[in-house]
């Protein structure tokens, strides 16, 4: 029996539209409700306790809305909150750390694997643990980057700017010869091609959008919750505030318009 039921998305802003991206490329059948915490973004340097309960308000209305499964389509939640949304809900939800360190350690040859994200995903060690979970002789060096996220919310994603930021982020990764640097925030896809060139040993990449899509694909088909295979998805979004620049931000992420958007309150 298929299962017409949306899938769950949400992020703290509209970075997790780069997994909306993904989940559409890998299952174009599925239909997706994404919800965009964006009155409360940034979540990257809250503590715990509130992203718990901004992850907890999110999942609840999401699920009551009829979501089959949730993705929690940003790194910073779910570094902080997945346990206890696991714990909670019934229906399955997925987050990105875990797809994304699978896929680098797989990826990497030489052991050396950095983490780029927010502040309080570095600081809860989510995706050093992850990695020594699947290796652990794995060396994991770890870089908060605060002035990315800002930079791609004002669309600088080129030019000297970002290449500096990048440059002076990465420099400690480049020195000890780093072979894959995961991109663990949901924003930083977009900045894919700068980091890409500052990172000088020919590093690979790992962008937990494409990860986590496939990781869905697999608990979907693992719960017998594929959609019927017939018609494209529709795609849904939530608001909690229409920021300024919204629509150009939001085809940025998404790299294309999104058309039903609803503003709503959480509480
Ligand atoms: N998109 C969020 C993530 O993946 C970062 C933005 C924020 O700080 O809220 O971590």
């Avoid at 910073?76 to 360190?101: C, K, R, W």
Wanted: glycine fraction near 8%; proline fraction near 4%; charged fraction near 20%.
């Amino acid at each position: 029996m298929a299962d017409n039921r949306p899938i769950g998305v949400f992020d703290s802003g509209l970075g997790g539209l780069t997994v909306v991206k993904a989940l559409q490329n890998l299952l174009p059948s599925e239909s997706i409700m994404y919800l965009g915490d964006t009155a409360r973004v940034p979540y990257g340097n809250k503590s715990k306790k509130l992203i718990e309960s901004y992850s907890t308000q999110i999942t609840t209305f999401l699920s009551e809305k009829g979501c089959k499964a949730i993705v929690v389509a940003c790194n910073t939640a779910s570094s902080q909150a997945l346990d206890v949304l696991q714990d909670e809900f019934s229906i399955p939800v997925i987050g990105v750390i875990q797809p994304g360190a699978r896929m680098a350690v797989n990826t990497s040859e030489n052991g050396h694997i950095g983490v780029i994200g927010t502040v309080a995903t570095i600081e809860s060690n989510a995706y050093q643990n992850a990695l020594e979970e699947h290796n652990k002789n794995i060396i994991v060096l770890n870089q908060p980057c605060p002035l990315f996220v800002p930079l791609v919310e004002e669309g600088w994603i080129t030019g000297d700017v970002p290449k500096l930021v990048a440059d002076t982020y990465l420099k400690g990764m480049n020195a000890d010869g780093v072979d894959t640097i995961i991109l663990g925030c949901t924003h930083y896809p977009l900045l894919k091609d700068i980091i890409q060139s500052s990172a000088t040993n020919g590093t690979g990449l790992i962008d937990s959008a494409e990860a986590v899509a496939m990781e869905v694909e697999r608990v979907l088909s693992n719960n017998d919750l594929f959609a019927e295979n017939k018609t494209a998805g529709s795609l849904d979004c939530y608001v909690t505030d229409v920021p300024l620049r919204f629509e150009g931000l939001a085809r940025q992420f998404l790299g294309s318009n999104i058309e039903h958007v609803s503003t709503i309150s959480l509480h």
